[in-house]
């Protein structure tokens, strides 16, 4: 007999890998066809319910977080917009680009004109029907030489949006971009009625599945169900309480007393006793989250190539999952492409911590006696632990690494892509051209090791407009060869969001596109 | 007797009080100017600015550029230093530059927040110190001094976080006696209230309790050293009531200092505890406003904290002035 339950508890605790996730499932499923007579009404009741009140403690929250959708950044606002709010497109659990504002999306052969249909009778929670006007609003609040927004970036290939009737809006692109309709999943691209500023952003109004009903930044959101919610089978819960618990033990400790349901970051090193305690379940995610150490390709000693890949073997990448993430990740072979990214190129033979090949780079560099000064930071709990292992791999290798703390304060904007050779992080991005085009191009806005390869820059731009699958797999294929051997990045490791609930409460595949279920928890998770 | 307060000896010289507020409440102003002047150097030397700090990895130069702009962070710091001072001289606290809340509003509950779990604690702490400190001061070198002594300095000898998470582990996890985090919502009864804020408020006990009762220890043991307690014991009053009525009303002025001393620590120096606890106190807004730049929301936290400082300093002045006899009637 197959419990519905048993056969899904086991992704959900521990290895909770996409790949894995549908080997399951398609087993289940053999079984299910097999065994159909044996299935009672029971898989009916496994069905998400309703009601209830879901708490979440959250850490990544700030008593200066906004609703302004221009400058959300930290876990709580991005939770509270997206159950506050929709975009016109949904990325799910399976990294695929799913309607949710827009019902429908045409592209020009080109991929430079996209045409999306919007839902009709959709409402805000003020009662006003969505049209054309609010969703290029909402757009063009980020485009535009004035804006301030953290999406700023992704808009700027925007060249032109225009509305043709109530529910349809043409966005032109600067260039061919067969990715686009993912980029409109963004959290700072959420749909509010046309017309919202200053103040109005922090009532909250969106389509959501849920209405705002206190907002107290940092400290607690508390929403309530929206009975006009568009979707199906979605929004499950009466009432979501989001508490701002920062402090890691005190998240910890609140779930263990039952006085939250649910905690982000679970803290690395406890979590196999948290994993002890009766009625918690541990939510291991992995993504595309990972940690990078780039060398300022343009500036010396890191302008040979020689130099970076000596730094390049002579990290234990095996170690650091070991020891810093507490094999809560996997090794990255330096370059920003997870395992079971559709695109990953499995054929790139893993790099391995190799000391003589370090030597032998070093030498042929010239730099034997060279000092490398890596610049990090407690800004993450992970940079600190990783960089100190790393000096001790790079003195067995003959490597002189010194380490130079920086302060957690304005280190966005004087260390990182400043100093030669720093710490650094990337949240998973939904898609692969996201990643290269901002971190690796020569035109890249975050290109962090300054890497200038005409053959990368031709390769993405060519891939972006392509609209066949194949084509596109040779070409960032070629993309994650190139960075391997010639860029300025070391890929230590991908992290996995390990975080933790209470057991009644009831989940599908988790996304790991960002923490908490993508940061559609309230709305895709239930109340057993 | 000179007994101080107890039975009001000498004239209570009101127009001399009156003369010694106003000039302390004078020399208060200035300083809050200059603490508001330090706050703003503080800030602004500190590295990036909010418009940076709140886009993170995200920023780009020009989204920086607009970002500075709209928020005027890009006058020069004396231009938006007066603006500020023109506005706040005017009752105008401003807004936060990062959600545009009218800072009245953000700081409003929190203070009240904040000033009712100092209250609270105020309120167990400061008569169980006193009332340890004469019983120490009475019982001097027995057994029970010197483990009420070494309890109380273990406890301050600890950090505050370090308490709150052993009381966390043992009352909250183990037992389930008292709620882990106190968090407050508008709809709680006193009670309610009362119930959520007993682990912070122990853990604010122990820390402060220490330096009151020591103080208070050692004040009256200071006193009981005088001739004129010598001469009580040997006219055969006895030793409880010489330590109650004859000397702690003598030991007040030092006592009265350190109490107000840690009232002001419980107001503005409890944000780890905050933190443990999750209490949406005042503490908590300053360290995000500082971490942010949110120079308006710092200025105004700072100040309180300011105002709380110098208010109980000048109370605790007052009461001592009050209650010495020399000071009250200087010749």
Known sequence: MIDLKQSTSPLSTDSISRRKFLKQMSALGLSMAVLPGMFPGSAQAAGPQKGGRFRMGMGGSHTTDSLNTQTIADQFEIHTNYALRNNLVEVDHKGEAIPELAESWDVSSDAVRWMFDLRQGVEFHNGKTLDAEDVIYSIRHHMGPDSKSGAKGLVDQIDDIRADGKNRVIFTLKGGNADFPYIMNDYHLSIVPAGTTGNQWEKGIGTGGYTLEEWEPGVRTFLKRNPNYFKQGRAHFDEVEMLGINDVNARTNALKTGRIDYMNQAELKTVRLLKRMPGIEIMKTSGGFHFTLPMLTDISPFDNNDARLALKHAIDREEIVKQVLRGYGTVGNDHPIQKDHPFFAADIPQRQYDPDKAKFHLKKAGLTDQTFPLHTSDLNSIYLDMATLFKEHGRKAGLKIQLIKEPADGYWSNVWTKKPFCNSHWAARPTADMMFSLAYTSQGKWNESHLKSARLDELVKAARAELDPAKRRAAYAECQMIIHNEGGTIVPCFKDYVEAATTKVQHGPISGLLETDAHRAAERWWFA | ?331
């Not at chain 2, 302390?24 to 500190?46: M, N, P």
């Not at chain 2, 909010?50 to 970002?67: K, Y």
């Not at chain 2, 231009?79 to 990062?98: A, E, H, K, N, P």
């Not at chain 2, 122990?202 to 009151?212: E, I």
């Open chain 2, 1 to 331: 007797m000179p007994t101080g307060l107890l039975n009001g000896g000498g004239s209570l010289n009101m127009k001399d009080m009156t003369a010694t507020i106003l000039k302390r409440i004078g020399h208060s102003v200035i300083t809050l100017f200059v603490i508001s002047i330090l706050i703003f150097i503080g800030v602004e030397a500190l590295p990036g600015d909010l418009a940076e700090s709140i886009l993170g990895q995200n920023a780009l130069p020009e989204t920086v550029e607009a970002f500075r702009k709209e928020l005027k962070l890009d006058l020069p710091p004396h231009v938006r230093y007066i603006s500020w001072l023109g506005d706040f001289v005017q009752g105008d606290m401003g807004r936060s530059l990062s959600n545009h809340r009218p800072i009245t509003d953000l700081i409003g509950w929190r203070l009240s927040n904040t000033l009712f779990l100092a209250a609270v604690a105020a309120m167990v702490a400061v008569p169980l110190a006193i009332i340890l400190g004469i019983l120490t001061a009475l019982y001097r070198n027995t057994l029970f001094d010197r483990i009420v002594s070494m309890v109380s300095l273990s406890a301050i000898s600890f950090p505050e976080f370090f308490i709150a998470y052993i009381l966390i582990a043992l009352l909250s996890v183990k037992l389930s006696l008292f709620p882990s985090i106190a968090t407050m919502d508008g709809q709680m009864s006193l009670m309610d209230k009362l119930y959520t804020i007993v682990l912070p408020c122990l853990t604010l006990t122990m820390v402060v309790l220490a330096h009151m009762m020591r103080q208070t220890r050692a004040a009256i043991i200071n006193v009981l050293a005088t001739p004129y307690i010598e001469m009580a014991l040997l006219k055969g009053v006895s030793r409880l009531r010489v330590v109650v009525v004859h000397a702690f009303p003598n030991a007040l002025s030092p006592v009265i200092n350190v109490v107000a001393l840690n009232m002001a620590y419980l107001v503005a120096g409890v944000v780890i505890v905050e933190v443990v606890f999750v209490y949406p106190g005042l503490g908590q807004l300053l360290v995000d406003s500082v971490a942010k730049r949110d120079l308006p929301v710092v200025q105004a936290s700072g100040l309180i904290f300011a105002s709380v400082y110098i208010g109980l300093n000048l109370i605790a002045d007052l009461l001592s002035i009050a209650s010495n006899p020399r000071l009250r009637n200087p010749r």
